[in-house]
């Protein structure tokens, strides 16, 4: 080969090795230099996300610290604005949201007993009702997002006459002993709540959901559980006294020994009901569906029975006295046993109630 050009390509071979090489190096160096700022960047981020979310901390202590505030005044209208101001702290804070309504049931714990409206100077009493701040806590607390619970809404032994809690969401809720006296309930969510002698007199728990609830003892003299569901419901010694249970569920519920003097239960679901000892004297079971259910020793004396759904019902030892009763078909055999068949009164052509 000519030394010249073997000269040359050596050259170029050199060349080539030499860009080749800077090539490589400044390939690595951009690589080396990208991974640095990414992880610049990423430290950046992170710096930046810890001081905004300690900045919305700070913000969420202060918003939550200036409505505890507020909360403390002796001005109602400066309290109920602390008390939608805490609402909104839980609202933006899924950790707060437990703390803010365990301190305002406490509040409604705390002053929901306090007459409302105050007497006047010289002595005068008013019909009582829920102070305004206390209803705003349980407007607050009904409407709360329930899937940020960590514990039930614990409403022991307040008062909360004539307070407005429809559609409120209080399933689970410990409202033991608790004065509910004409509150509005309708459309309520109080499955598995415990009810235990609470009074509910006159209140008004149309379409409420009472599933699971423990209502043992309660007094819901006059209540109105129009198309209420109490399926399982426990209404041991209950008060249900002029009670309006019509199209009410209340399948598998038990009520033994409980009140059911002159209520209305005309249409009503009582499949596989307990009501041993239960007092049912001049109450209206028109239509009602007590297919399985158990009424021993039950005191019917005066209810009106007519058209009743009865299969496997059993009536063992019940007072029957001057009952009115009709069916669309003849009872099924020994559907009435024992004491009840010396007690029962049929009115053969009667199958309205008096009025």
Request: proline share 4%.
């Amino acid at each position: 080969m000519d030394p010249v050009v073997e000269s040359a390509l050596i050259s170029a071979a050199a060349t080539l090795v030499a860009v080749g090489g800077t090539i490589t190096v400044a390939t690595v160096g951009f690589r080396n230099a990208r991974l640095t700022n990414l992880a610049a960047l990423d430290t950046a981020r992170d710096t930046n996300q810890a001081t905004l979310e300690a900045t919305r901390e700070g913000q969420l202590a202060d918003r939550y610290s200036r409505a505890i505030e507020q909360l403390g005044s002796d001005t109602i209208d400066v309290t109920v604005g602390g008390i939608y101001a805490l609402e909104r702290v839980a609202c933006d804070s899924r950790r707060d949201h437990p703390t803010v309504m365990e301190v305002l049931a406490a509040c409604i714990r705390e002053h929901s007993r306090e007459p409302w409206p105050k007497p006047d100077p010289d002595g005068t009493s008013h019909e009582q009702s829920t102070r305004p701040d206390i209803q705003a806590a349980l407007t607050v607390i009904g409407r709360r997002c329930t899937k940020n619970d960590v514990r039930p809404i614990d409403l022991t032994h307040v008062r909360l006459t004539r307070a407005n809690l429809t559609r409120a969401r209080l399933a689970g809720a410990d409202l033991d002993g608790a004065d509910l006296t004409r509150a509005h309930l309708d459309v309520a969510i109080l499955s598995g709540a415990n009810l235990s002698r609470a009074t509910l007199i006159g209140a008004d728990l149309t379409g409420a959901d009472l599933t699971g609830a423990d209502l043992t003892g309660a007094d819901l003299t006059g209540a109105h559980l129009f198309r209420a569901v109490l399926t399982g419901a426990v209404l041991t010694g209950a008060k249900l006294t002029r009670a309006d249970l019509t199209s009410a569920h209340l399948g598998t519920a038990i009520l033994n020994e409980a009140t059911l003097t002159g209520a209305t239960l005309i249409n009503a679901d009582l499949t596989g009901a307990h009501l041993f000892r239960a007092v049912l004297a001049h109450a209206n079971l028109m239509n009602a569906t007590l297919s399985e259910a158990t009424l021993t020793e039950a005191k019917l004396t005066g209810a009106f029975l007519a058209n009743l759904a009865v299969t496997s019902m059993t009536f063992t030892g019940a007072d029957l006295t001057d009952a009115k009763w009709a069916l669309q078909s003849p009872p099924p055999q020994g559907w009435v046993k024992d004491r009840a068949s010396s007690l029962l009164r049929r009115a053969d052509s009667d199958t309205t109630p008096d009025p």
